[in-house]
């Protein structure tokens, strides 16, 4: 099985944030395999059966050809060290076209950018394919620091080929608190049938005087 490493170990120091890279067998076999697909994409299992499907940006030129190199996001999101060995599995079968996806921000500072919408957009044309579960990505270039979404309600599937055509429903960020529902203001409440008004002070004077109140007629009206 392959061994897996982040891209501080190969010899640029650093390599695409969306994708990874194996070894030139593998590439060219995948690519041979590939029946009209564009893009290359496989699916990196660990020891606990959790997979994550990426793309693949080429081969590498390290060496030893049983490594893959990956951005560290990767391990995290597989709970992987470097140098674990996982399966990886090339992507044959065409994958379904996203058509709606809900989208949780983990900070709110991470929508705070004036580009973000268009930001997150071509982080997504980048990496080609999305899963429900924890995402990473790049949102702004200008600023490379990886921001975290949760990935939910993924339609068609759980896995999908996400372009320009995916419905992206943008949530409130999980580190800021829901809007208080405010409260409903209380009327005041009357057992009788009608409202009682108080009648106006009557002040009496020599002579007659009329009642000041108001009053109801008895048959209610």
Known sequence: MPNLYSYVYTSEGQ????????????????????????????????SLGETLAIAVEGPHSEGDENNIF??????????LYDGEEVVMDAILEPLPKGTSVRIKPLTGSTVEGPMFV????????????VQEGLLSAIVDPSVPELHGFMVEGLEPARVCLADGELSVDLERAMDRPPTPTPEPIAEPQCECEHPIFAPEPVIHKKGYVA??????????K
């Open 15 to 46: 390599g695409p944030w969306w994708g990874i890279r194996c070894s030139k067998s593998f590439y060219q076999d995948t690519i041979r395999q590939m029946d009209g697909v564009q893009r290359c994409f496989v699916y990196i299992t660990n």
């Open 118 to 129: 268009e930001g997150l957009t071509e982080a997504l044309n980048q990496l080609g394919v």
């Open 211 to 220: 009642f000041g109140g108001t009053g109801y007629r008895l048959d209610g």
């Open 70 to 79: 990956v951005p560290e996001w990767v391990l995290t999101r597989l709970g």
